[in-house]
Structure formats: structure tokens, C-alpha cells
């Protein structure tokens, strides 16, 4: 499996992977972790797939955000089940996640992960959590833009619902 690098405009590019499996959906999504967009063959390509999460042992953690664009949009193969992000960290063990389906405004996404925090801190449910997080952000006097639904309703939790458990 490699990993290229295709250039777009303004420096930004999009990291693409070639596999000689292309109809296994667990590979056609993945998060590109610091150092992704290096060369250097002899380490790793710092991408990890979704086919990699779903082996990771995951039991016991409670909750995983993953607040960038598009983060909660898989891919179905011919005769398989959907696959992505998603599924690979309940797979892995993950009791709930928040993912996005489609691309999001940074400041907004910034000042909801902000507010959802904040709620999950003080031991709200998740669900209720992302809700009342949800409603501050449209709600917001100083981002009269944000009331549009664009802007807070791209995340959805799905697995466990409930307030986070204790560590003990």
C-alpha cells in the first residue's frame, strides 16, 4: 500500500492511498496524523486507516470526537455493509462517537467541540450534551450567520448516549 500526495492550490493537497485491494471500504477512510504529508518511506506513512482502528483495542474508552470535516461519511462496497470512521472505533470498542457529515466551518466547529465539552465536564449525557451544545451555537448574539444549520447540525453521536462514567 502507498501513499501519494496529490497538489492542489495554496499549498493544500490531498494525501490519497493506492492499495492493491480496492474493493475493502476499511481502507478508503482513515486519519492523517502528524507527519502524514512526509516522504520518508522508512517510517511509517502516518496515515492510519479505518481497517487499522477497528484492530485497536478500544475497550473502556468512553467516548471519541473526531470534529473534522466529513469525519462520519464512509463508503459501501459492492455487497458489504457501510463502512468508515464511524464503525471502525465501535468496532474497536468505543462506546460512542461524534463525527461530522460534511465540511465545517473551523470557528464554528471550534466553539461547539468547546461547548459540548463543557457540558460533558459537568456530567451531562452525551446526547444532551451535543443538544445543548447545539443550541448555544445557533443561538450565539455575536454570529447571527450561525443560526443556519450548516453551522451546528453536521455532528452526530451514535453508540452510548448516556453521561460518562467514572474512572475508577
Given at each position: 500500500m502507498t501513499t501519494d500526495f496529490?497538489?492542489?492550490?495554496?499549498?493544500?493537497?490531498?494525501l490519497t492511498r493506492q492499495t492493491a485491494e480496492p474493493a475493502d471500504a476499511m481502507v478508503h477512510a482513515g486519519l492523517a496524523l502528524a507527519?502524514?504529508?512526509?516522504?520518508?518511506?522508512?517510517v511509517a506513512d502516518g496515515i492510519v486507516t479505518a481497517r487499522e482502528i477497528a484492530a485497536m483495542d478500544l475497550l473502556?474508552?468512553?467516548?471519541?470526537?473526531?470534529?473534522?470535516?466529513?469525519?462520519?461519511v464512509g463508503?459501501?462496497?459492492?455487497?458489504?455493509?457501510?463502512?468508515?470512521?464511524?464503525?471502525a472505533f465501535a468496532i474497536a470498542g468505543a462506546r460512542s462517537q461524534l463525527t461530522s457529515?460534511?465540511?465545517v466551518d473551523d470557528d464554528a466547529t471550534a466553539a461547539l467541540m468547546t461547548a459540548f465539552y463543557e457540558r460533558i465536564r459537568t456530567g451531562a449525557p452525551r446526547g444532551e450534551?451535543?443538544?445543548?451544545?447545539?443550541?448555544?451555537?445557533?443561538n450565539r448574539e455575536d454570529r447571527p450567520?450561525?443560526?443556519?444549520?450548516?453551522y451546528w447540525v453536521a455532528f452526530q453521536q451514535s453508540g452510548?448516549?448516556?453521561a460518562i462514567a467514572a474512572a475508577g
Open positions: 496529490v497538489p492542489m492550490q495554496d499549498g493544500i493537497g490531498l507527519g502524514a504529508n512526509r516522504r520518508d518511506e522508512a473502556g474508552t468512553q467516548l471519541v470526537v473526531l470534529s473534522a470535516c466529513q469525519t462520519g463508503h459501501i462496497a459492492d455487497g458489504e455493509e457501510f463502512t468508515g470512521l464511524r464503525r457529515l460534511w465540511p450534551a451535543l443538544r445543548a451544545a447545539e443550541h448555544a451555537i445557533r450567520e450561525w443560526t443556519h444549520p450548516f452510548d448516549w448516556g
